[in-house]
C-alpha cells in the first residue's frame, strides 16, 4: 500500500486515555457527553477479556513531592479531590475485564441514544493481544462498526505498550515485535474474503523511551512496515515504581511494583513527544502520523505544553481519575478558546 492510511480527525483536540476511568459503559457515556472531549478513548480490551484479580489489581494516587499516597486503594475521583497534591498515580492493573465486544455494543448504543442530542464524536476503541489477536480485533472492529469507521467515527489503538503484564515485556520496545504486528494489520487490510469491511484507521501506544536505541527500534519499524500507521499515543505509564507507606510498607499488593503515570511522568512523556514527533517530521513517509500526547496533563498549562512538544492530540489519564470528567470542562475553560 502507497496511499496515505486514513487520518484522524478530533476536535477539540482533546480526549480521556485507555485508562481504568474509561472502563464501563457509565464511564463512555459519561466521557461522550462531556462538552469538552473531541473524541473517547476505551479501556484497553482484549478478545475474550482479560483477568482481573481485585486482590492484585490495584491503583493508587500519591504526592511526587512526598511520596504521600491515598489513604485507600482505588480511590474514587470523590476521594481523590480531597487530596490535590496526589497528582501522580501508581497502578499494577492488567486490561479491562471486558471483552472487545462488550466495547463495540456499548459504543454503538451509545451512538443510537445519544447521538440526536448533540455533534457525533468518535470512539478510539483500545486493544491488545497477539499480532493475530489484534488482527482479528482490526477485523470484528471493522465489521461490527462498519457505517461508523466510513463516517470516519471509530478508529482503533493497539497497546503494545503495558508494563504490568507477567513474562510479557512490551512488543513497543522491539523492531521486530513491531513489524510483526503491522504486517499482521496488512494483511487484515487486504483480506480477499472481507472485500466490504472499510478501512479502519489505527495506531499504536508507545511505553516511555528514555534511550535513543529505544526511539530507533520505533521509527525503524515503521519504516519497514508502519507507513499505515495513522497515529502514535504517546506515552504509557512508567514500569519499574514503587511507593511506600511511612512505615515502609508497599502501598499496592504484592512487591507493590507498577506502572507511574500523572505530574511525575509528565516530563518524560513531553521528551518522548517531542523526540518522535521530529523523528517523525524528518521522514516524508511517515509526516502524516498524528501524534497523541498522554502523561500528567492536568490543565491548560499542562495542555499547552504538550501542544507545544509537538502533540496534535492531548489526552488526561490520571487527573481524570482525580477530579473526574469536570478536567476536561477546567482545561477548555483555562484555554479560552485557544486549542
Known amino acids: 500500500m502507497s496511499e496515505l492510511p486514513p487520518p484522524i480527525k478530533i476536535n477539540p483536540p482533546l480526549i480521556n486515555s485507555a485508562n481504568p476511568w474509561a472502563s464501563g459503559d457509565v ?33 493508587t494516587f500519591f504526592d511526587p513531592s512526598s511520596s504521600e499516597t491515598s489513604k485507600s486503594t482505588n480511590p ?44 457525533i464524536k468518535p470512539f478510539i476503541i483500545s486493544v491488545t493481544g497477539t499480532p493475530t489477536e489484534v488482527s482479528e480485533c482490526y477485523t ?32 513497543a520496545y522491539s523492531k521486530d515485535a513491531l513489524v510483526e504486528y503491522f504486517r499482521r494489520l496488512r494483511f487484515a487490510m487486504r483480506d480477499k474474503l472481507r472485500p466490504d469491511l472499510p478501512r479502519l484507521p489505527f495506531g499504536i501506544k508507545t511505553p ?29 505509564t512508567l514500569g519499574s515504581c514503587l511507593v511506600l507507606s511511612p512505615e515502609g510498607d508497599p502501598v499496592l499488593p504484592g512487591n507493590g511494583i507498577g506502572g507511574m503515570a500523572g505530574a511525575a511522568l509528565h516530563p518524560l512523556a513531553l521528551g518522548n513527544v517531542a523526540t ?32 507545544a512538544a509537538g502533540a496534535g492530540v492531548v489526552g488526561v489519564g490520571t487527573a481524570l481519575g ?18
Open 322 to 339: 482525580v477530579k473526574g470528567v469536570e478536567v476536561f470542562e477546567e482545561i477548555e475553560k483555562g484555554l479560552k478558546g485557544g486549542w
Open 27 to 59: 464511564d463512555l457515556e459519561r466521557l461522550y457527553l462531556c462538552p469538552s472531549t473531541g473524541a473517547v478513548t476505551t479501556r484497553t480490551a482484549t478478545l475474550d477479556g482479560f483477568k482481573h484479580d481485585e486482590d492484585i489489581h490495584r491503583y
Open 140 to 171: 470484528c472492529i471493522a465489521d461490527y462498526l462498519s457505517e461508523y469507521i466510513t463516517a470516519g467515527h471509530i478508529y482503533m489503538e493497539i497497546n503494545l505498550s503495558c508494563p504490568n503484564i507477567p513474562n510479557k515485556p512490551p512488543p
Open 276 to 307: 518522535i514527533r521530529r523523528m517523525l517530521d524528518e521522514r516524508p513517509s511517515l509526516k502524516h502520523i498524528t501524534v497523541i500526547g498522554i502523561g500528567g496533563v492536568e490543565d491548560e498549562k499542562g495542555y499547552k505544553r504538550m501542544r
Open 208 to 236: 516511555p523511551y528514555t534511550h535513543s536505541s529505544e526511539y530507533n527500534e520505533l521509527i525503524s519499524a515503521l519504516e519497514e512496515e508502519g507507513d499505515q500507521v495513522s497515529f502514535i499515543t504517546c506515552t504509557n
Open 76 to 119: 474514587t475521583p470523590q476521594e481523590a479531590s480531597k487530596a490535590p497534591a496526589q497528582k501522580a498515580s501508581l497502578n499494577t492493573l492488567g486490561y479491562s475485564p471486558y471483552a472487545l465486544i462488550q466495547y463495540m455494543q456499548w459504543i454503538y448504543k451509545i451512538y443510537t441514544t445519544c447521538s440526536g442530542t448533540q455533534p
